[in-house]
């Protein structure tokens, strides 16, 4: 069984940075693709970034230039955020998807707020 954990949330100023980092435990296969994603008080849950295990990028139009999203070898993702906003104020969601089987796993979030 494959369980993420997020860290990395809190409370910062616009114009402010903060790192996200999602732990995974078990054992994950390739291909897969891991991302964030975040939920507003109100809002859908959104994709914010994602990476698959062979390294391409996507991201969300309201974050490309100030976030970036990467994973090392363990398979532990990150999520740089920098200049952010008051609107990037949301629950952050660590996802991985496995490919084969269609396994979907999610982390428990971590929140981000941001003060104007």
């Known amino acids: 069984q494959v369980r993420l954990v997020e860290s990395g949330g809190g409370l910062v100023q616009a114009g402010g940075s903060l790192r996200l980092t999602c732990a995974p435990s078990?054992?994950?296969?390739?291909?897969?693709?891991m991302g964030w994603y975040r939920q507003a008080p109100g809002k859908q849950r959104e994709l914010v970034a994602e990476i698959t295990s062979g390294r391409t990028t996507n991201y969300a139009d309201s974050v490309k230039g100030r976030f970036t999203i990467s994973r090392d070898v363990k398979n532990t993702l990150y999520l740089q955020m920098n200049s952010l906003r008051p609107e990037d104020t949301a629950v952050y969601y660590c996802h991985l998807h496995v490919v084969h089987g269609g396994f979907d796993y999610w982390g428990q979030g971590t929140q981000v707020t941001v003060s104007s």
């Open positions: 078990g054992i994950i296969f390739s291909p897969n693709g």
